[in-house]
């Protein structure tokens, strides 16, 4: 399980647009991370 820390604030203050940006780069970062026969959900 992962926590984006404050994203509670991004979710409230921004548009679906930036929040969906931070939430995509977050995944594409894990992606990185982890291994290929890990999936990662939402």
Known sequence: ?????HF???NNTHLQLVRDQVLQTAAQ??????RPIDTLAH
Do not use: P, R, T
């Open 29 to 34: 970062c894990l992606a990185e991370c982890v």
């Open 8 to 10: 509670k604030k991004v």
């Open 1 to 5: 399980m992962l926590d984006i820390d």
